[in-house]
């Protein structure tokens, strides 16, 4: 049948909820950026994949520098993940954890907006291209010795997200043309725009509501 494509809307609006349950056991708070769907079909769509996992490593990093050096307080380690959801809807997203929710909030929020205000560096764009590349040399490295489950990956995402369905050498040699070429000016400008786009998605959850930040915080 034809392949039909749907295109989630988002909102740059911030989006605040409240979810308590008895059974809960500590306070955490997910916190979701939503992202533009690309057609992974596509060289331009494939290439705005690669550079918002660039993005997702170096936000990570900054992350993390601030949990180590305590200016983001959080019970965990941070990180920022990628994942999709139905038809598509792709997102990066964080889960907190500490004893004053609010607060870290506000710091979580000021490391990932100072990354869109005053971009991001050569060095950090070097960091998150090798690490990148690692990956991809470990890919190749594989090569020959794909798993029927890994066939059986690509061939249903072909037909149900329109990846690209070429060899996985032409994957791989294309995906290293792109972090050649890419910069920190492209990669600071497309983050902008990101946030720009999608408004977080904000769900405090715990047990007790009077524990956790409130929705106008």
Known sequence: PTRSVVTPAISSNPVAEIITHPENVADNLSVDFPFTTWDQGTVGGSRLIVWETLIAKMLTRRLTNAWFDETLNSDNEPYLAEFSLNRGLRYYGSNLESSDLGATLKQYLAILRGAADFGFTEEEVADAVA???????????????????????????????????????????????????????????????????????????????????????
Do not use: C
């Not at 040399?137 to 059986?152: I, N, V």
């Not at 070429?181 to 990101?194: A, G, I, K, Y």
């Open 131 to 217: 690490e990148f590349g690692a990956g991809i040399d470990s890919w190749e490295a594989s090569l020959g010795s794909t798993q029927d489950a890994d066939y059986a990956w690509w061939y249903t995402n072909h037909f149900l997200t329109g990846i690209w369905g070429e060899p996985e050498q032409a994957w791989i040699d294309r995906e290293r043309d792109v972090i050649k070429s890419v910069t920190s000016n492209q990669l600071s400008d497309h983050w902008r725009w990101s946030l720009a786009t999608g408004g977080p998605i904000m769900a405090a959850v715990g047990a007790d509501a009077t524990t956790l930040p409130t929705i106008t915080e």
